[in-house]
């Protein structure tokens, strides 16, 4: 069996089996403990908006520091929207997620869908550079931060160079279509495991967040 | 068939449709980059001498940019044919210098499209070989 | 067909015909285009097949449909009729010879032994291991005749996607146990030239492209000459502007497969197929799948009978389905359950209250 045909068929299979299964998990896992029962009466109520209101307001750098940590802010966005600018609305990529929805939509065109993966790229290679070389981070990185931006990285520098017929060692196009695959395959599997799960964390932590300061009369 | 199957079959109702012309990204685009060829190989032909050939079946053309291309050269002067293995046209283009060599095989078929910028295509000419040949028939037929 | 005309060059052989020197200029002309090779070399292509020796080629079918040899004889340049007279000497092929039974084989054998080491071997069909009954020429098993008259053959032209790959009765779960000439074979070179069936002109471009320069073609990691599989069906498709500019047909009947736009999304294996297609064109280069409307099935690739579905886009892939994937969601949630559960134990206890 091919790279290819390896990739699209029982590597694929497998990968999504862990994805479901390991996010299923660790939701689960999460959202069946207990939450902390606070008996004391509410302060305020309209507790939701509470929650809403923590998710925008946590979504922006706190004041004390915005200063300080623009670029980490700034480059967080950038990379995050142009990301998924490529991922979701790049041509090709839209039969891959019409089989598991059954619908599409319109794509970006290739020119500006390839930029907005460039500019992922660059800032991605960035930021892994600054995590390996500055004082600080490079001690309190762990091997998840590590494997979540390599991972990350891997699917898009592998899209581009199966788009841009950039072959290193003799690879041919097919084989190099099939090492992309592969690395979703790989961020698939690692998902559930790591901080990648942000992604559906990130949001209800916030919210959860936000309602009980809100009981408590915090303005936050 | 039964009759009635059949009676099924022509109630059918086929409409022909006639397909839009093709847009105009169709092109493969070669046809203009073709033309900047063989202007260029005029121009070197004046220049040097040098003969150039295009085959045109190893270049990707899109449906009708054949016949737009060889509609763009048009017809000249001289056209000349023979037969070996089937026919064969050299016919000089309204820019002389250009010609468009067709080959077909002995059942018809065509087997080979170039364009040629010369003076002359070299199958034009008669050959060392031939001409030996013939010498030696003419030579027989004096003396027998 | 002379099955002892050994020896004679090729241009004897055709002035013998009668064919005169302009004719064998066009003979040459119009092979170096089949061979995809530069006019400018036409001349050194008439020096080198003016002197060639004219080949022995025996061709066995195996398990096999017959399509290859339906696409040869749709070969228009050189005709067939001009290759087995002038160029080759095809001394056995049971579709196209007169001789039958006894005689054919007696022809065949005769062939063989006053050719030793020097005839070539054009292969079609793959060979069933499975039983060797399965098929057999005369009584004698593919294997066990592939196996003998591959002894004595110079190189080994293995025709269309059976030969060269296994092909279709390859193709899960394989039944018979085929296998392709590569499998079998170590010892001699071997050519595939795959498809299926393979461009005609492919088929006798090898046979001239041998004939010409006396050795064999470069040929890419498959083993197939690199003059008509160097590329693939996506380099040298017309419709490559669409793709790039993002317009493809979403269905069979729909305005962009009218307006001849990209069919990627409707399942072309154009990026992954390598073949001369889009250049060399199908029935007296008439036209070739995507250009009349249906994506490339990548027929000249290993295996392409097991690819995920002639219509599923390249970016599609094998995911399971609904099912598996909710199996093991509900698997997931029961992990979870489990964790939460112990993890509750460990949690201050909050006497009846509860999340």
Redesign the interface.
Known sequence: MSILEFARGPAFQVALVVFAFGVCWRLAGIFLMYRRFDRSQPRQHALIAGGVRAIVMRSLPPHELEKKIVFQHVSGYAWHLAYFASLLFFAPHIPFFKQFLGFGWPTLSNTVALLSGAVALAILLALLWRRASHAVLRQISTLDDYLSIVLSILPLLTGFMTYARILPLGLRYENMLGLHLLSICALLVWFPFGKLMHLFLAFPARFQAGVLLKRKGVEA | MSTDARARLAAIAIVAETPPAPSVGADSGNVPLLLGEIRHALERLLATGAVHAIDLRAIPLGPGEEDRLLEALGTGELCATFDALGRSELQECRYPGVWRITHWNAADELIGRFIEVTFAPALLASNREDIRDGLERLSAELSG | MDALNIGGTVGEQLRAQG?????????C??T??LM?L???L?PRIAEALAGAKRPSVIWLPFQECTGCTESLTRS????L??LIFGAISLDYHETLQAAAGHDAEAARNRAMEANWGEYFLAVDGSIPLGNKGYSTIGGVSNVDLLKRVAQGAKAIVAIGTCASFGGLPKASPNPTGAVAVRDLIKDKPIINVSGCPPLPMAITGVLAQVLTFGQLPELD?LGRPKAFYGQ?IHD???R???Y?????AESFDDEGA????CL??LGCKG??TYNAC???KWN??A?FPI?SGHGCIGCSE??FW???GVY?????????GYQ??GA??????????V???A??RK?RP?GE???
């Open positions: 064919v005169s020197r302009r004719g064998f200029m066009k003979f002309a119009t170096a285009s995809a530069s006019p400018a036409v228009h340049a050189p005709t009729e001009s990691h693939t040298r498709c017309y490559r502007p669409f790039e500019r993002g317009q493809f009218k307006q001849g736009w990627y999304k990026p992954v889009p250049t060399m007296l280069g036209s250009e290993p295996d097991d690819w995920q599923r886009p390249l970016s599609t892939t094998r995911w399971g598996t994937l093991a969601a509900a698997v997931g949630v029961a992990a979870g359950a964790a939460a559960l993890a509750r949690q909050v209250d509860e999340a």
